[in-house]
C-alpha cells in the first residue's frame, strides 16, 4: 500500500490553463503539506493542514489554493498556470507538527507549463 | 530560524563510508537534527534525527557533538543505490521542516 499517493505523476498543460493535483495518505496522519521542488531542486513549502485547517501559507501565488475535504486529502488547484509554476510538487504527511515526527512525502507530480 | 550549512556534493566509490558533516551553528535548545535522503524522481525519505551524542539505526549514524553546532552524517559501507541528495534539517515543534540546498552524494563503482 502507498503511504501518500499523488495523481497525476505527470502533468502537461498550456500556459493559462486550470489544472489539479490530489494528494491522499492513508497513514491516519493529522498533518498534510504541500512542497514545490524547482529546477535547481530547492524544496520549498508551500502549504500545510492540521485536521482539515490551514496552518502554514507560504508566500505562494493566490493562482495556488489548496483545499481539505478531509484530514487524509489535500489537493491543490492551480489557476492560469505560468511557465514559472514548472516545478515537481511532492505532497506530504505527519502525525502531527512535533519535532520528532516524521514526514513521509509522495512520488511527487511533475508539472509542465507550455 | 537557524540554518544549516552542508557540502554541496561528495563522491565515493562503493564499499567505502561517506560522513556528511553539516554545520548549524545557531541551533536551538528545542531543535532537532534530521536527515533525510532523496533518490532521483522521489520524494525525500526520514533517515535518521537526534538531539545530542550518538544516534545508529539500520541505514546510518548520526554523531552530534556536546555543543550541537554541527552533526555528522555517518552512512557505512555505501553502494550504487546511496547516490542520492542527503538533506540536514532542524525541526522543533510546531515548526515546518525547512529543507536546505542538501548535498549530493555520487556512488561510484
Known amino acids: 500500500d502507498t503511504a501518500v499517493s499523488q495523481t497525476p505523476k505527470y502533468l502537461v498543460t498550456q500556459m493559462g490553463n486550470d489544472k489539479s493535483i490530489k494528494c491522499e495518505q492513508n497513514?491516519?496522519?493529522?498533518?498534510m503539506y504541500w512542497y514545490k521542488q524547482d529546477s535547481k531542486k530547492f524544496l520549498k513549502i508551500m502549504f500545510s493542514y492540521n485536521n482539515k485547517e490551514l496552518i502554514i501559507n507560504e508566500t505562494v501565488p493566490n493562482r495556488f489554493s489548496p483545499k481539505s475535504p478531509d484530514k487524509a486529502h489535500l489537493n491543490l488547484h492551480i489557476n492560469s498556470l505560468e511557465l514559472g509554476d514548472s516545478a515537481v510538487y511532492f505532497c506530504?504527511?505527519?502525525?502531527?507538527?512535533?519535532?520528532?515526527?516524521?514526514?513521509?512525502f509522495g512520488q511527487g507530480t511533475r508539472l509542465t507549463v507550455v | 530560524l537557524a540554518k544549516t550549512t552542508q557540502p554541496i556534493s561528495m563522491d565515493s566509490y562503493e564499499g567505502q563510508e561517506v560522513n556528511i558533516t553539516c554545520s548549524h551553528n545557531?541551533?536551538?535548545?528545542?531543535?532537532?537534527i534530521t536527515w533525510y535522503q532523496q533518490f532521483p524522481s522521489q520524494g525525500p525519505r526520514f533517515i535518521i534525527q537526534g538531539y545530542k551524542t550518538k544516534v545508529t539505526n539500520e541505514v546510518a549514524s548520526l554523531f552530534i557533538p556536546a555543543d550541537r553546532k554541527s552533526s555528522t552524517l555517518s552512512l557505512p559501507r555505501v553502494s550504487l543505490s546511496d547516490t542520492a541528495v542527503y538533506y540536514c534539517l532542524l525541526k522543533a515543534a510546531g515548526n515546518k521542516l525547512t529543507f536546505g540546498g542538501g548535498t549530493r552524494v555520487l556512488v561510484k563503482p
Open positions: 497513514l491516519g496522519h493529522d498533518t
Open positions: 545557531n541551533i536551538a535548545t528545542n531543535d532537532y
Open positions: 506530504a504527511s505527519s502525525q502531527d507538527s512535533g519535532a520528532t515526527t516524521e514526514a513521509f
